[in-house]
């Protein structure tokens, strides 16, 4: 089932009613009925894949729980190493045969079979999800869960599972077995978070949308005005969707009372191409940050390198190059994360060399500002960070979208050499099926997002100040969002629904 | 607002808005699906979805019905008036688009339930081997809950939830909405068939003037159709078949016209699969392959063909020699016979030009011994060119051997050519229908009604006139045998500078004047310009020549109503006629005639 679908506030609604009806120690059942209802509703086949992820990293789980009881710390150190590793190779050679496999073959030239597999609903999403469970299991952090059907229900959770976030055992699984009181205060902020997001991604993301894939899959039929307009969509499509898609999800969990973690927090206002990392797909980073980028760096390898570029490099670049390198790694990894594609491979590298550079060069930006005499700490250096690293994460959106690597090449080619901008007002913009109308939509909804997030931003809790306002300006907050979302919905599109953008991730 | 308020708040907005878009939904009801309660608009509900649509109007209507022919939208093309005359029934065509073979077991067993069913006859086309089942997915061509079983739930919510561009649009197409089918209303409520009367108005021309109309026919697009439901369709139409036994309901099956390029991407083993198996089902009548399907004017598109070829089918199946079929037309096949039935259909073979014909049609008009347009002769010229016909052998023609050509297939001279003359002048009598006789050549003269008669003045005006004929010498040259009169309307050409009000210079619509007005307008002119040319010369006229020559399909359409079976315009070429579509008589190429073209470009240009 997709968030999008009519059926999904009607499954919310009528287990958000029967969890509070059931006993507070049962509540967890409803969950997971409504999790395998929602996730098994497209069809029986995807069920293989989840149920292989769940009885793995149970069992993992439970076998480095025994080990924990057993042993001695350096006993348990040399006796999980095999245990994690033979979770991950089922897991993640599940993974890189439905998602990479057919890619492999084609980059390495080998004449191997393919194998067409169709990636299952949010495959990604519950591997990663339930191989960080056993990560903490095996680094003693969490005890492992003993019963199978709450294990399930972890990894299964509905609301997160098409597109995260990503949670963690420790601060997920004591608010889904826990099970909450009924709070309407917790109904209130699901569903305003969840038309948010249905705003987003209803409204701004779907009008957004229209001319990208015409662009994209043809740049050398525009000028780069018009290429540059359809990025700086795809931009926005992106954010608007994949936000609006978390939001929804985070809603709907919020319903049952459950707080999932945040995987945005306002990206626009990263002041580095790092920071925008942080801010943006944010259960990603983290979970890339703990489970490979800190086991990465106390690697023997990465000790052994870091010991050599300190004796032969030397001073703050010596210290930095592992570090570096490790970053690098990660980045590289969100890229092909994103998608098995050489554009995906390009936009991991974009990234790892945009922040490596970063790094390596900070000591040098530092001098810089020094002697320019600039306040790093001025609105106006951060209103420039802030506008650069746009501009980088703009740059970067050329890349992904494109069908094919060499397209974005032309598509940044034109954009510099052959902007014309009098090509966005020709007309061209409402032949490739975005009205006025929808510009204005979009417009709007990009001024209205920003306005959201600029005072959320200075810390000001937007749903908390508005039910602070008049009995009226409340119901207006709720019913004019709530006729925008029902007019998109009925009206939006080609008559179809159309499936989020991030799921196919 | 506390959270328990602002809950209850929001739920209670939610559902006014979702009885807002409720009732906006059922009321308008685009699909029909409740029962259409504002509109009352059965031809657009059956647009929409025409199970929906037609079964709605059948629940209410079936008491007008007791046979039904049925099937995908081939279907149409049988006429239903035919198939009451040869049974002796009321049909309904329940065409239903993209019907596949469940679809017509499911409706048929609905029928046979709900409805008196007399006799059933099943149009089986070579794409119902593609594809089964799959109807349901859509909101046009699922079935009604009630006859497809599908959860009364999910079918309601779909159309109660519908998208309301839905609605805006029917609303919108109400207001468009006109007197000939329009994209939003293509069903003939009374006959259940496509409302094809303009495209049965439309002119025909010549195979290149068709292939400019329809190009699709120029380089046919290829395809790889699979026939993988063969065996399913033939379930189901086994299905029908027992249940009409049970029901003592006469069962017939016709196998619809193919057009060749498409027919030909099939693949031999499974066109002679499905063939066999419906032989093994049911004796049925094959039209699938003849020289019909390699005639593209025949043709709408490969898998529609016209009324008219539905027409010859069906004579074909009732005996019915009254007009013109092509001999290989149609085979009854049994399951004796089935193999070589799908050989012949791989032997098929036809020629477009076998069946058609090209006529030159002279027109003239006035004949002065100063002619001072484009439109007048000299005598001497006049009587030049009609010896050279005369002497390169042309046999001239009235329009009824035209009309014999089309209708009966009987053939025409090796060198015919048709002579006409427009508005009626004295100086054809006095001049023209002298040389005539001199070579014994026959005309037809279109007379502007009015006009007849008119020697000094335009109508009852001051204004003068070119001198008229009246009846008398009508009588007199029509006796002769050598003139024939056709109408030039009867008072739809006005010359304007002498009208007081808005003047009908031709015979198109005028600005603001209603549809029905209009064809009311047409059929009342006709009406009597034909009845004084009958009461005066003995002959009714079905041939018109438009003034000025301008028309189009609504009037064209408004004159077959009147009667009018030929019309001619001043497009100039030759005329091609097809044998088995009297439509291509409509809207005829002329060639018109001056001084300026000597007797040997005549020659040439007939020959051409």
Known sequence: MSLLSPLFPALVLVSVTVYYLVPKRSRWTVLLAASWLFYLWGGLASAAYILITTVSTYVCGLILGRIREKNDAARVKKLRRPVVFLCCLINFGMLFAVKYWDLAAEMTGLSLPRLGLLAPLGLSFFIFQSTGYVADVARGKIAPERNIAKYSLFVSFFPQITEGPIGRYGALAPQLYGGSDLNFDNIRSGIQLSMWGLIKKLIIAERAGVIVNSVYSNASAYDGSVIAFAVLMYCIQLYCDFSGGIDIARGAAKCFGIDMAENFRRPLYAKSLAEYWRRWHISLGSWLRDYVFYPLTFTKLFNRIGKFTRKHIGGALGRIIPTSLATFIIYFLVGIWHGANYTYIAFGLYNGVVITSGLLLAPFFEKVKARLKIDAKSKWFSAFSMLRTMLIVFAGRYITRAPYLKMSLVMLKRTVFNFHPSALFSGVIADLGMTAADLIIVAAGVVLVNAVELTEERGTDVRLALSKKSGFVQWLCLALPLAAIVAAALFGGDYTASSFIYAQF | ?608
């Open chain 2, 1 to 608: 607002m506390s959270g328990k308020k602002w809950t209850a708040a929001f739920f209670i907005t939610a559902a006014v808005f979702a009885l807002l878009i409720v009732s906006f939904n059922v009321l308008v009801d685009p699909f029909g699906v409740f029962g259409d309660p504002v509109f009352h608009w059965d031809s657009y509900s059956e647009t929409q979805n025409p199970r929906i649509g037609k079964t709605a109007y059948l629940d209410r209507e079936h008491g007008k019905y007791d046979s039904y022919i049925i099937g995908c939208s081939s279907t149409s093309s049988y006429p239903v008036g035919l198939l009451n005359e040869y049974y002796g029934a009321s049909f309904y065509n329940l065409i239903m688009y993209g019907a596949d073979m469940q679809d017509v077991r499911d409706m048929v067993f609905y029928m046979a339930d709900n409805y008196e069913v007399k006799n059933l006859v099943v149009n089986v086309y070579i794409d119902n081997g593609l594809k089964i089942g799959q109807g349901e997915d859509s909101l046009s061509s699922r079935l009604p809950a009630k006859i497809s079983g599908r959860s009364k739930l999910s079918y309601y919510s779909d159309y109660v939830f519908l998208n309301p561009n839905y609605a805006v649009q029917k609303i919108k197409d109400r207001a468009d909405d006109g007197l000939l089918s329009k994209p939003f209303d293509v069903f003939d409520v009374e006959t259940g068939a496509y409302d094809k009367r303009a495209r049965d108005a439309e002119p025909i021309g010549s195979l290149a003037d068709y292939l400019d109309a329809y190009p699709v026919f120029a380089d046919y697009p290829v395809s790889t159709p699979a026939m993988e439901a063969t065996d399913k369709t033939m379930e189901c139409l086994a299905a029908v078949r027992d249940l009409c036994m049970e029901r003592g309901i006469s069962f017939a099956v016709v196998s619809a016209p193919v057009y060749w390029d498409y027919f030909n991407d099939f693949s031999k083993a499974e066109v002679e699969h499905f063939y066999r198996s419906l032989a093994e089902v049911a004796d049925f009548w094959d039209f699938t392959m003849s020289s019909v399907s390699f005639e593209p004017r025949y043709f709408y598109d490969a898998t529609h063909f016209r009324n008219d070829v539905g027409r010859m089918a069906l004579m074909r199946m009732f005996g019915d020699e009254s007009a013109y079929i092509p001999e290989d037309f149609g085979r009854l096949v049994t399951k004796d016979n089935a193999a070589e039935a799908v050989e012949a259909m791989y032997s098929a073979y036809g020629e477009p030009e076998a069946n058609s014909a090209r006529v030159p049609i002279l027109t003239y008009h006035h004949i002065t011994d100063e002619p001072q347009s484009g439109t007048e002769i000299t005598p001497e010229g006049f009587r030049a060119q009609i010896k050279a016909l005369s002497d390169g052998g042309y046999t001239p023609l009235f329009f009824s051997d035209l009309e014999d050509y089309v209708v009966k297939g009987y053939p025409l001279p090796e060198k015919p050519v048709v002579i006409t003359f427009d508005d009626g002048y004295m100086s054809n009598y006095e001049k023209a229908f002298p040389i005539l006789k001199e070579f014994d050549m026959k005309a037809t003269v279109f007379v502007i009604g009015v006009s007849v008669g008119s020697t000094e003045r335009y109508k009852d005006t001051e204004y003068p006139i070119t001198p008229h004929f009246g009846w008398g010498e009508a009588r007199e040259m029509v006796a002769s045998g050598l003139v024939e009169i056709g109408s030039h309307a009867d008072d739809m050409h006005q010359w304007a500078p002498y009208e007081t009000g808005e003047a009908r210079e031709n015979i198109l619509r005028l600005p603001g004047e209603s549809e029905a007005d209009y064809v009311a307008a047409v059929i009342a002119d006709f009406e009597k310009s034909a009845a004084d040319i009958e009461r005066e010369t003995g002959e009714r006229p079905a041939m018109l020549s438009f003034p000025s020559g301008k028309y189009d399909v609504l009037s064209q359409w408004a004159l077959s109503e009147a009667g009018v079976r030929m019309t001619v315009g001043v497009e100039e070429g030759i005329a091609e006629i097809v044998r088995g579509l009297p439509q291509s008589l409509y809207a005829m190429k002329r060639l018109n005639m001056t001084d300026e073209i000597s007797p040997e470009e005549l020659i040439a240009l007939l020959e051409k």
